[in-house]
């Protein structure tokens, strides 16, 4: 099933402190999705660094990694953030490109940490 995507001209305006709220709930979730990437990246590290190391015994020339890193992205969340704290209006108006960013946390910089912290749980 195809995932319907499109960035129109709609506005909206909504609350800052519900969206300040909404950005750090976004960025409380990527700190877990994070940790627990963190966990599994070291458990195929060393599951893959033995397997090298028993193929090096074994007089092996392929010796090679296999690992994607896991991404924290809190600091990005942080400028996001700071950002609407800075807004001096307690309402701020919203396209739907920024909706779609902010509240459903799909910035590149999110969805690229998703798919790199997700790598490992799939497994």
């Known amino acids: 099933m195809k995932q319907m995507r499109q960035y129109g001209n709609r506005k909206i305006s909504v609350k800052k402190d519900e969206l300040i709220q909404k950005l750090e709930e976004n960025k409380k979730n990527h700190i877990v999705e994070y940790e627990k990437a963190i966990i599994a990246y070291k458990e195929e590290a060393l599951k893959q660094l033995n397997e090298q190391i ?16 896991p991404i924290n992205n809190a600091e990005n969340y942080d400028k996001i953030i700071e950002m609407f704290e800075w807004e001096v209006n307690e309402v701020v108006e919203l396209e ?24 490992y749980s799939l497994r």
Do not use: P
């Open 54 to 69: 028993k193929k090096a015994e074994e007089g092996s020339l392929d010796i090679k990694l296999s690992l994607i890193t």
């Open 96 to 119: 739907q490109k920024e909706f779609i960013e902010y509240v459903q946390d799909e910035t590149e910089f999110a969805l690229n940490a998703k798919f790199s912290n997700t790598m």
